[in-house]
């Protein structure tokens, strides 16, 4: 397993689920969640720097979950989080973001705040991070179980534009 905090990242229309793992790769925990729009690649950049402000490593790679069909197929969802993970990409290089599988990870987190009594408006608020947090727990547990850097690696290929 590499060394470094890892960002889990849930993109949506609305907000994006921020998450962290510890340096040693193996628990994601929640961040925040920040509004969709409009500077968004901006404060990520901004926990990135406050996580290198904090630890020796800083964050090492970024997660971000990519929305496929039950199929595995990919619809207009993924296309516009390829289209965010292209400009995430361009503005947080060099570090390394990959696309990871994160079919159903939302109704999970549903499901898993509805069970611990968490309602309305207030698991709307944070339902983003918990799927944030789902979508990097699988990452860190597939990367321990194979060795291997989880998802697809986006590679670079516009300049920055937040």
Do not use: W, Y
Not at 28 to 48: L, Y
Not at 81 to 103: K, N, Q
Not at 127 to 143: N, Y
């Amino acid at each position: 397993m590499r060394h470094g905090v890892r960002l889990g990242i849930d993109p949506g229309d609305a907000r994006i689920g921020i998450a962290r793992s510890d340096p040693g790769g193996f628990l994601a925990t929640p961040v925040e969640t920040v509004r969709s729009g409009k500077g968004d690649v901006r404060r990520i950049r901004q926990i990135i720097a406050e996580i290198a402000e904090e630890t020796a490593d800083g964050v090492v790679e970024i997660v971000v979950g990519l929305p496929r069909s039950l199929s595995g197929g990919e619809g207009p969802a993924a296309a516009k989080v390829r289209a965010f993970s292209d400009r995430l990409t361009a503005s947080v290089a060099p570090l390394p973001v990959r696309l990871c599988d994160e079919r159903l990870t939302t109704v999970s987190a549903e499901a898993m705040l509805r069970d611990r009594g968490t309602k309305g408006a207030k698991r709307r608020a944070v339902v983003d991070q918990a799927a944030a947090v789902l979508i990097l727990q699988h990452a860190l547990d597939s990367e321990r179980a194979t060795g291997n850097p989880p998802g697809e690696l986006v590679a670079r290929s516009q300049e920055p534009d937040d």
